[in-house]
DNA sequence: CTCAGTACCTGGTTGC
DNA sequence: TGCAACCAGGTACTGA
């Protein structure tokens, strides 16, 4: 489901539900969500008191700062988060409950349970994987034209496949990727090590652009993604190409196509991206 | 090292 | 209507 601006909003929204929160218990019903550590049971024991002080995020990660520990969590394609009563009944796909002493949960809900949790030490979350081999979230200083330039200029790969790269930048999915090479009037199939540094600027800021209004609306809903609170994102209203084939282009009129690129569906106007 | 292909899961949609 | 095939906001692992 989330990209950056998706993981940002639920990361804002939660905050609000569980900021100062104690875990007096946890369950877990799937414990391939567990990745570190890796025992689900050694997970649940580590958690055990532990109070919720903060939520970071880092591209795609949210990390939740308790006192000894950083859980860090990934809703790859379809992860919710929720506050819910203690006395509400479990739905289907409710895989980590987070129990708190004042008679709430915190529930981890993942259709295709392809989300991960790692547990660390308190600051030691950076310096392993997953967080470790991040690049820069794309409004990062260190997101510089130097650096993006650079990165394409050593590889060979499509320029598609280099921005979903979260080593080199750190956030960004399938949906904005197509609107950000669309507003930059670059095709994804173009060769990273093609590009002019005048385009590579062009996909930088049309990428910086594209999270920054997405986050400013919530995030995109377009199939089953809801904030902590219920709510939908707005994004989608904006989007220009993402999901939009067989209609015209908002710029030229020309039909909107799909393809694939690198094994994801990909969707342009064959006329303003070359 | 880089890169394409595959695995991890469930459910909604499409096409015969 | 039934059912198989394909598709989905993602990433880790494999082997060439």
Known sequence: MPELPEVETVRQTLLQLVRNKTIERVSVHWGNIIKRPQDPN?????????TILDIERKGKFMIFNMNDLSLV??????????VFDASEEKPKHTHVIFHFDDGTDLRYDDVRKFGTMHVFEKGEELKEKPLKQLGPDPFEDAFSLEYFHEKLQR?????KSVLLDQAVVAGLGNIYVDEALFKARVHPERLANTLTKDEAERVRTASV?????AIRQGGSTIRSYINSQGQIGMFQQQLKVYGKENTGCPQCGTEITKLKVGGRGTHICPQCQS
């Open 73 to 82: 969590s990934h809703l790859r394609m379809e992860g919710k988060f929720g």
């Open 209 to 213: 652009d594209i999270i920054n209004e």
């Open 155 to 159: 590889t060979s790969r499509n320029i």
């Open 42 to 50: 050694e997970f649940k024991r580590l958690l055990e008191g532990q």
